[in-house]
């Protein structure tokens, strides 16, 4: 069984198409969504998803109109999971309470913020359990055992399974190859119990096909973003014939990574 | 009681845990807020920071290239003419800017690009604003003979063309940096990518004191090289400073000229207010306020001057402390930053490019919160006329940054007796602001200079 968490930037192009490049995710198969709030400085980000965050703030994202594309598509997509991406400045900005309240109310199950780590995060993680959110951390391969250790057994004492495993160092976007060492990492990881999202740099279907073995979901993201980006430049008509376009691109591509032609 | 840090070598407190219990915070500020791929790197670099630097050896090396290499002992000069002029204390000037390579960047620089070389990195690479960063780490690493590459955002790099070209000479590659608002920040922003990206071989000397721990100690560490010769100097003409005043980007000059002042004896650690450190947070709940004037000898008032730009309003001026700066986390550190209500990162302005930065080292921020650090800013016209003023009253040419301390200076001069003891840092010296200040000043003239040189480059093709 292949799983996809498709990732998007909120409000990139615009809030509209944003929408659509969802529906064309869920529809292509995508079984998780991964709702990017843009921030100004994404540290964590390659190229294609920074540009698309420097466009959707530049097109005026707010956060009032992320949890609102959040509740619409929690409420048209019940069975889909959302997991909301940011950064901790956001999260921060006007409290984490806050933040997860919204969150909450907009039908999020669970948040990723690379920048909170589970040992400096301020109490969010405590505060997204108290709300019953899942909050994921992410794990990379040249993490140190008695830190990963340690993180599991907070995980454990929440009875919180899901993480976030990226499959090498660096940045999104660049091409990963998978080896040996990650499957074994991989396997050693859901051994424990844990469930796995795993990505970087995923952006065909022998991978998501070699990965699914051992994970909850394949993380798909700048792939995407790329296909959206490619999609949006030869976009014409009227605002709906856009939408109808990109959406039927975006599905044409998820629904590729699952079932290959 | 702390022990006082003599001025040709660092006391292993002044490298390793200082005023929190909990390593790389101030108060609630500094902290570690990271992606985890940079987790490892930065545990690696700060064991490499607390072993290597208190080293004999390390020290040694160190303090030998102080004076060799970057022609420490920096002068701290009387500026006689602009006391007899205005009255008031009496104005001395460290001249930071003597240093090699025309500013203080280059005591951080040379201490961190030594630790590089120990630890057995195989390349560098930095970020640079104004370029004064990236001259001094490239200098460096022509020095030490390690590849160097250096980001810059495409911004800076138009207005600090000469620093660029300087760069190259020095042997780095420098990298245009086209994300975000093409400046300081977003050059950080390609760093610390790069950084994640090579973790393994790579050594990222930050210029200020900022970001993730072990920065903002790392930087202090290095750059209070200013601070201890100052207060020897002084010592040594019998004077007890009244006031230090320093121009504030990053802050990495500010707290090194004032890092012998900054706690008053008998201050330990264990004793920062930890109250909203632990709890839910939020840029509006987190309490700092402990006051340091409890103690019954503070030490002299210590003066940060931020950019005030063309004034007040979003996007005008560098102002966190005096303006309308917000508790946040950016960066991997936690500080006060120019925010807008969704936690975005505002637009900066400041005519000098090393203050044109929307967040301020967490230590600075800390102190300030707790009053032991006051802010005030100097505008972009107030520093072009303090460096106009100090060239032809005292001979000594600022750069526009330190300018922005010369002009908080001049300000606050009469306000003091002329028993007390101003002392203000020129952490950098002007030469590399002529394309700035040439067309502020001298606009006409230096056109008709400019058409020529075009002209006279034409012809020669």
New interface residues.
Partial sequence: MKKLMCHLVAGYPTMELSYQAAMGMVEGGASYLEVQFPFSDPTADGPRIQEACVQALEGGFTLQEGFQMVRNLSKTYPEVPIFLMSYASLVFRRGISWFLDQAKEAGVKGLIVPDLPFDQDEGYYEAAWERGLHPVSVIVPTMEANRLHQLQKLLESHGEEFVYVALRTGITGDPTNLSDENLTFLRSLKARGLKLLAGFGISTSAQVEALSPYVEAVVVGSYLVGIIRDAISTLKGSNLERGVSLKRAVNRAVSTLIQPD | MRVQPSADRLSKQEVGERQSPLRGFFGSFG???????L??PL?ELEQAFLSIVPSKEFQAEYQEKLKSFVGRPTPLYYAENTTRRLGGGRLYIKLEGLAATGAHKINNALGQGLLARRMGKKRVIAETGAGQHGVAVAAVCAHLGIPCRVYMGEVDMMRQKPNVFWMERYGAEVVGVS??SRTL??AV?EA??DW??H?DDTFYILGSALGPAPYPDMVRTFQSIIGRETKEQLAALGLEPTALIACVGGGSNAIGFFSPYLYPEGWQAGQVEKSGQ????????VNTQRHLSAFPSIGPRLIGVEAGGRGPGKGQHAARMSGEG?V?????YKSR?L?D?????LPTHSVSAGLDYPGIGPELAYLGDMGRIEFTTATDKEAIEAMDFFARTEGILFALESAHGGAAALRLLPSFSNEDVVVVNMSGRGDKDLFITARELDRERWKEFLQREVASLGDSL
């Fill in positions: 902290g570690r807020y990271v992606a985890e791929v987790r490892k545990d994300s975000g920040k977003d922003n610390l990518r994640a990206s973790p632990r709890a839910v947070g939020s840029s509006d709940t917000k946040g986390i950016v960066q991997g930053f925010l209500e969704d936690g975005q990162v």
